[in-house]
């Protein structure tokens, strides 16, 4: 890259992350009541990204071959038991990746 080059990527790069954090506060003030649409995708969002990540995370496993999906299984099984217990989406999913890296890495 040129230098040139790199001065405006930097500069696309601050407006990109100027935009995405100002545009937000601009498009809904604090005064003004959020508009129902954006709610709905409030509550809706959260559980499709979820969704969409387990999916995507056990798109390649085959039962029929290997360890037949179980450390998958198991950290599945880990990310639920933590989640009803204490009800921490981010602890979950940690507990679960720790669970899963460690039954690959020592056990599979």
Same mark, same amino acid.
């Given at each position: 890259?040129? %230098? @040139?080059?790199?001065?405006?990527? &930097?500069?696309?790069?601050?407006? *990109?992350?100027? #935009?995405?954090?100002?545009?937000?506060?601009?498009?809904?003030?604090? *005064?003004?009541?959020?508009?129902?649409? &954006?709610?709905? =995708?409030?509550?809706?969002?959260?559980?499709?990204? %979820?969704?969409?990540?387990? &999916?995507?995370?056990?798109?390649?496993?085959?039962?029929?071959?290997?360890?037949? *999906?179980? @450390?998958? =299984?198991?950290?599945? #099984?880990? +990310?639920?038991?933590?989640?009803?217990?204490?009800?921490?989406? #981010? =602890?979950? &999913?940690? *507990?679960?990746?720790?669970?899963?890296?460690?039954? +690959?890495? %020592?056990? %599979?």
């Amino acid at each position: 890259m040129t %230098f @040139p080059q790199r001065i405006i990527t &930097i500069l696309m790069v601050i407006l *990109g992350t100027m #935009l995405t954090r100002f545009l937000p506060f601009l498009l809904f003030p604090a *005064g003004k009541p959020t508009p129902k649409s &954006i709610q709905y =995708l409030g509550k809706v969002l959260p559980a499709a990204v %979820f969704g969409l990540l387990v &999916i995507y995370s056990l798109r390649n496993v085959s039962v029929l071959t290997g360890t037949h *999906g179980l @450390p998958e =299984l198991i950290a599945i #099984l880990v +990310v639920v038991l933590l989640h009803l217990w204490k009800r921490q989406m #981010l =602890l979950s &999913i940690a *507990g679960g990746t720790v669970c899963y890296m460690l039954l +690959v890495q %020592f056990v %599979f």
